[in-house]
């Protein structure tokens, strides 16, 4: 089972993708997440995209592609996995596309998942992250600890730098004017379905263990 969770940033791909994975037994892929291990860990790539993450821009083919050929190389994936945050850009689908036939893996199945803009700013204006292993913390959705401490690995809790609105609102609009179109490359392809992600996260799960089911 090869998935892509699409969407906008903000509509919940991380927090969906975390269920799927728990319950099918197949790995999430956050480009998200390797990135911010690559910024937490001072590598070459994570001071390049932490430059260009900070001004609301896209990280280029080659560093996205290049993450993404070494995890999907690893043993866990070979039964299955989810992308979370990939592909950004039609010719990211399409070499993407290309790598699956070169490893002789199945072709992905995109589910997109669509939220209104306006409640995309406030989730991510409200979201907090953990300043040592990443997990996200948010008020819309659970209780923040009062200590301020992550419940996974004790780390301090902050707001990240480019979680303001006027990052926000670039991120929107670099995702409308590029990456939105990368659902035709899968609807030409007969492998898309769309869902409304406005709803209860256990609703949301519900309509994409639907599709799921229908995959099998």
Known sequence: MYIILFGAPGVGKGTQAKRISREYGIPQISTGDMLREAVREKTELGKKAEAIMNRGELVPDDLMLNLIRERISKPDCAKGLILDGFPRTTPQAEELSKLMGEMQLPPFTCIEIT?????????????????????????VFTEVP?????????????????????????????????????????????????????????????SINDILHRLR
């Open 115 to 139: 939220v209104p803009s306006e409640t995309i700013i406030n989730r991510l204006t409200s979201r907090m992250t953990c300043s040592s292993c990443g997990k996200d913390f948010n008020p």
């Open 146 to 206: 009062t200590n301020m401490k992550c419940t996974k690995c004790g780390g301090a809790i902050i707001t990240r730098s480019d979680d303001n609105k006027e990052t926000i609102q670039k991120r929107l609009n670099v995702y409308n004017e590029q990456t939105a179109q990368v659902k035709y490359f899968y609807k030409d392809k007969g492998h898309f379905f769309s869902i409304d992600g406005d709803r209860d996260v256990s609703e949301v799960y519900t």
